[in-house]
């Protein structure tokens, strides 16, 4: 029984040409080639793996034709991106860059490598409180790329490139831009009638600025008095993000009314005049302090409030909080910087050969003798130092070395220079109209106002 032959294809088609007539012959030749195509088909599924081809499958649409083989694109090999991990930390106040890379789970050596990368990487030793820095990490732990947003506009972006060198590259937005006005009539303070108006502190200290070698905020201002500002809000999405300069304003002190207007000129740098070309700025500004309460005015005859004596007191106190900034009241030197057991600690600053200004009863000194200072540069913060009974400034103006009362000898000195008649074209170019549209929102809000105090009166 093992001898026995298996059947083949071909010995089964000649039994049955043996046993059947022409015609059953060839129905049983046909059966037996389908038998025969049946057992080539089922050959193991190995063997049918070894010559099948990459098949990619991709959606056909409606009414196309699907493609032949010969048409079906070759499958490509796909790139596998590196995962990366990105944590976003907020800069605090004492926070270094190094506690930034150590929080975020990166190593010193990374954060050397970004420093020494470029110039531009270094600036990075310089954050602020309030920045956000994003890291981008590989599953290695290495920093692939780094943001620092700045603010909302601004925003640095370092990242590895091909050959493993940092490329930084900055991304600024712009917000848009509306013009704005606000009016006021002070009441009780600059303060409460600008914020009542919908004005910002910066935006009301901005304004006593323009107008400070003219004005004393500390010792000029009446109930009464009124403003006129006009400036740009910004806006970012549609939400606003803060306010751009003051383009012109206008303010009146004591029935007298003083206008600045903004101008940019041919070298970029930007400054406030008069309608007519004058420089607001003065050689001196009025107060070296934000203006606040006047304690102590100039007066030659005044009783000592700690040794209770008549002393000449040469100069102003201004009475402020222990730490408030103190301003340089014009650009000179430093010849004195110290501290002495009257004075408390002091600072000297001469200006050209006539004119000094001195500061008594500092809390902090932040220049030294021989510095170079600019106008409204900070020197030193308000403290009670010395003889002094409360935390504030004494302020004192020198002329040829005789002491002049502050509030006044700064409205006989000059101002700066004012625009040259080459560029007088120029200026009124671009001045006259923000003049003109400040004239335009004035009249009817000055309408309004006269209307409400009527109504006022009436009632």
Do not use: C, W
């Not at 991990?85 to 010193?108: C, H």
């Not at 925003?155 to 490329?167: I, K, T």
């Not at 919908?198 to 003219?214: K, P, T």
């Not at 004596?309 to 030197?333: C, I, K, L, M, Q």
């Amino acid at each position: 029984m093992h001898n026995q032959r298996k059947p083949t294809p071909a010995r089964l088609l000649g039994a049955l040409r043996q046993h059947f007539p022409r015609t059953h012959a060839l129905a049983a030749g046909a059966a037996s080639f389908a038998l025969a195509l049946t057992m080539f088909v089922s050959t193991p599924e190995v063997e049918a793996r070894k010559h099948s081809l990459p098949v990619k499958l991709t959606a056909i649409a409606a009414g196309e034709a699907p493609a032949t083989a010969a048409e079906a694109p070759a499958a490509e090999p796909t790139a596998i991106e590196p995962s990366l991990s990105e944590r976003t930390l907020e800069v605090g106040n004492g926070d270094t860059l190094s506690d930034l890379f150590q929080r975020a789970g990166i190593s010193a050596a990374e954060m050397y490598e970004l420093l020494s990368s470029s110039e531009e990487a270094q600036q990075l030793a310089k954050l602020n409180p309030g920045e956000e820095l994003t890291f981008h990490i590989d599953n290695d732990g290495a920093l692939q790329s780094l943001e620092v947003h700045r603010d909302r506009l601004n925003l640095v972006e370092f990242s590895r490139g091909n050959s493993g060198v940092y490329q930084h590259i900055l991304h600024q937005r712009q917000p848009d831009s509306y013009t704005a006005f606000r009016q006021g009539e002070i009441n009780s303070s600059l303060f409460v009638a600008g914020n009542e108006a919908g004005l910002s502190n910066n935006l009301i200290m901005e304004m006593a600025q323009v107008f400070s070698s003219d004005i004393d905020f500390a010792l000029d201002i009446r109930k009464g008095d009124s403003f006129n500002v006009m400036f740009e809000e910004e806006f970012l999405d549609g939400e606003k993000i803060g306010n751009g300069a003051i383009q012109a304003a206008s303010f009146t002190n004591q029935g007298k009314t003083f206008s600045a207007v903004r101008y940019i000129d041919r070298n970029g740098d930007a400054s406030y005049y008069t309608p007519d070309g004058k420089s607001m700025r003065k050689a001196f500004i009025r107060t070296p302090v934000d203006f606040t309460r006047i304690s102590s005015h100039f007066n030659p005859r005044r009783l000592h409030p700690v040794f209770k004596t008549r002393r000449p007191h040469n100069g102003t106190d201004y009475a402020a909080p222990t730490g408030t900034p103190v301003y340089a009241a014009g650009d000179g030197r430093v010849v004195k910087a110290g501290y002495s057991k009257p004075n408390g600690n002091y600072i000297f600053i001469q200006h050209g050969q006539r004119y000094m200004t001195r500061y008594l009863h500092l809390s902090k000194r932040r220049v030294k003798t021989g510095d170079r200072v600019k106008q409204r540069q900070l020197i030193g913060n308000v403290g009670s130092t010395g003889y002094a009974t409360g935390p504030h400034l004494h302020y004192e103006f020198l002329v040829n070395g005789h002491h002049r009362n502050p509030a006044t000898i700064v409205r006989k000195l000059p101002k700066a220079k004012s625009i040259p008649d080459s560029e007088m074209a120029r200026f009124r170019a671009q001045t006259q109209p923000l003049l003109a549209q400040l004239q335009s929102y004035e009249q009817p809000a000055l309408a309004q106002r006269s209307e409400d105090n009527e109504n006022n009166n009436v009632n």
